[in-house]
């Protein structure tokens, strides 16, 4: 138990750090107002978009991450009935050190200001013609703030075609928001490419890839990036449900000068982030374990 608050306040600052192989095998949580179901559900390392095990510098402005792995949140989490955070090794190994310091505010919070959730979810490998769902069963006004994506490619050449689609309220087949392509909502272009080769790696405000692991080579199979998408000034509203979504596309060498799109199974884990009203709902996910967590 890392924080038992009573009454009503804002937490402003987390601040976290222990070993980088510890990152995926540990489980953050957050119960607001005495809920028995966390409101945030996310593996300490994506929290922080550190998917990999590996210190990735990030400075955004919810998120930062410094040498060697200072583990910086400034999420705004308001509660109105107390607050509960928690952190679970479900390692097989003991965790030596893990220090953290929460700056919360006590302060007058209404019942029916909107409480932040993020949700993990992890596809791996992705089925056959299907989009990971990122987000889903969200019941209950708010609007979408973030998305952190830990992708691995299982294919040589270019993975990032596919769209980020989100369903609002009563959208079914076709989504109010149709991206233009993986690479194009993480603010990038081009596949990322640099001009002196390989990928360009970058870290601003509100969005980002700030780690690139080419064990290969440019293009080349079994390359793991991490990246992020804040929506703080371009926030996704919705009155009764959402669902996310994103694709996992790339191209099949090219035939007769035409370069034609493929459908990918890679390892794709995601985080959301949202703020909805108090007792919204949304669809639950299977528990983190060490199976599902558990990087190869």
């Given at each position: 138990e890392l924080a038992l608050i009573e009454g009503s306040g804002v937490i402003q600052h987390l601040w976290m750090t222990t070993l980088p192989q510890h990152w995926r095998r540990l489980v953050l949580r957050f119960y607001w107002?005495?809920?028995?179901?966390?409101?945030?559900?996310?593996p300490l390392g994506d929290f922080f978009c550190?998917?990999?095990?590996?210190?990735?510098?990030?400075?955004?402005l919810p998120v930062a991450v410094n040498p060697a792995g200072g583990l910086n949140s400034y999420w705004?989490?308001?509660?109105?009935?107390?607050?509960?955070?928690?952190?679970?090794?479900?390692?097989?190994?003991?965790?030596?050190?893990?220090?953290?310091?929460?700056?919360?505010?006590?302060?007058?919070?209404?019942?029916?200001?909107?409480?932040?959730?993020?949700?993990?979810r992890r596809s791996d490998p992705?089925?056959?013609?299907?989009?990971?769902?990122?987000?889903?069963?969200?019941?209950?006004?708010?609007?979408?703030?973030?998305?952190y994506l830990a992708w691995e490619s299982h294919h040589p050449g270019w993975w990032g075609e596919g769209e980020l689609k989100f369903y609002l309220d009563d959208d079914?087949?076709?989504?109010?928001?149709?991206?233009?392509?993986?690479?194009?909502?993480?603010?990038?272009?081009w596949a990322f490419e640099h001009p002196?080769?390989?990928?360009?790696?970058?870290?601003?405000?509100?969005?980002?890839?700030?780690?690139?692991?080419?064990?290969?080579?440019?293009?080349?199979?079994?390359?793991?990036f991490g990246l992020y998408r804040w929506h703080m000034v371009d926030p996704i509203c919705f009155e009764t449900a959402l669902k996310v979504t994103v694709q996992a596309m790339g191209f099949r060498e090219p035939v007769g000068g035409l370069e034609r799109y493929r459908s990918?199974?890679?390892?794709?884990?995601?985080?959301?982030?949202?703020?909805?009203?108090?007792?919204?709902?949304?669809?639950?996910?299977?528990?983190?374990t060490i199976d599902r967590?558990?990087?190869s």
């Open positions: 107002d005495g809920e028995q179901t966390p409101s945030i559900e996310v550190q998917g990999w095990g590996r210190c990735a510098q990030v400075n955004s705004e989490m308001p509660f109105s009935d107390g607050a509960r955070i928690t952190i679970t090794n479900l390692g097989p190994e003991k965790v030596e050190g893990c220090f953290y310091q929460i700056t919360w505010a006590e302060q007058e919070v209404g019942p029916e200001e909107l409480r932040l959730h993020a949700q993990w992705l089925e056959e013609l299907t989009a990971h769902v990122i987000l889903d069963g969200v019941e209950g006004a708010g609007h979408y703030v973030g998305t079914e087949d076709f989504p109010t928001i149709c991206g233009t392509g993986t690479e194009d909502y993480f603010g990038g272009a002196t080769g390989g990928y360009g790696a970058f870290s601003t405000p509100y969005l980002g890839m700030p780690q690139v692991i080419e064990p290969q080579g440019f293009h080349d199979n079994q390359q793991r990918l199974r890679d390892d794709i884990a995601s985080t959301a982030w949202w703020y909805a009203t108090p007792g919204s709902r949304v669809a639950a996910v299977p528990e983190p967590l558990e990087l």
